[in-house]
């Protein structure tokens, strides 16, 4: 179950199936607020309350300040919702960045979170071994459909461990100098092939960083552009992964415009950018 706590001074929503790893970024987020009203020298930490305008003083300022988060995080504890989806920020259809390296288990914890209310999955990755892995082994059970787009050869030359023949899955392998319209034509081929009429449809895309590298940035902006609208217009719900640290800040500011919503993936937590 994923709890869900979202900040009422800012935009700033987090998101983890672990409770206690929500309630730490909470504390943080809370202390980021209200670092100001906190008053340290070498012998003591004092703080005031912006809410209840409590006072403390601690001569540990270690703990001064954890008794301070303690303190914030009760005024604001009864904000946690529980059961909750990342998607349902926006009702489940359009598109997400998920800014972490592809291959952590943020990256993975993102995959379940979003695949898992799929019927039909497509995967346009550059690495279709690890993600028939993380079908196999993360979710409960496959999509009752999975397409995996990569331009790899002998994709899965080393999956041994998994009886490939009986899952529900097909691949489909891209011509390497595959253009950008050809990707995009085969993406939403496939998709239109399997869809029936209440079929809950995913894409994960993997190649963004690629794209960026490959193409300049305003073809490859505007290709993300067309794909959201055309993957919305199917109502799928699209993931797409970028490695923070590989690209230009810059870049990543003009490309979150693109987005419905833009999270941070890190271990069993998510957050807003
Ligand atoms: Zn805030
Ligand atoms: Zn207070």
């Not at 995913?202 to 490859?220: K, W, Y």
Request: glycine share 2%; net charge negative.
């Amino acid at each position: 179950m994923v709890h869900q706590w979202q900040c009422r001074e800012c935009k700033f929503t987090v998101w983890s199936s672990k409770q206690s790893e929500l309630v730490d970024a909470v504390k943080s987020h809370l202390l980021s607020h209200y670092k100001h009203t906190v008053e340290s020298d070498e012998f003591s930490l004092r703080w005031d309350c912006p809410y209840c305008n409590q006072t403390s003083q601690s001569y540990d300022a270690d703990e001064g300040l954890a008794k301070f988060k303690n303190h914030l995080f009760k005024h604001v504890s009864a904000l946690i919702d529980s059961g909750v989806h990342v998607a349902d920020r926006i009702d489940r259809v359009g598109n997400i960045l998920i800014l972490s390296p592809l291959e952590t288990a943020g990256a993975d914890n993102a995959r379940v979170h979003f695949t898992s209310p799929a019927d039909v999955a497509v995967f346009v990755t550059n690495n279709p071994a690890e993600r028939v892995r993380f079908l196999d082994n993360a979710l409960q059970s496959w999509p009752a459909w999975t397409t995996i787009l990569t331009t790899k050869a002998q994709p899965f030359a080393d999956v041994t461990d998994i009886d490939l023949e009986a899952a529900p899955l097909d691949i489909a392998i891209l011509d390497k100098g595959v253009s950008m319209t050809e990707l995009g034509e085969t993406l939403v081929r496939v998709l239109d092939e399997q869809q029936t009429s209440n079929s809950r449809l995913t894409v994960g895309f993997d190649i963004l960083s690629e794209l960026l590298r490959l193409f300049d940035t305003e073809t490859a902006f505007k290709f993300v552009h067309v794909l959201n609208s055309r993957l919305a217009n199917m109502d799928a719900l699209t993931h797409y992964y970028l490695n923070p640290n590989a690209q230009p800040e810059s870049e990543i500011n003009v490309l979150k415009e693109l987005f419905d919503l833009q999270i941070r993936a890190k271990g069993s937590r998510f957050r807003t950018v």
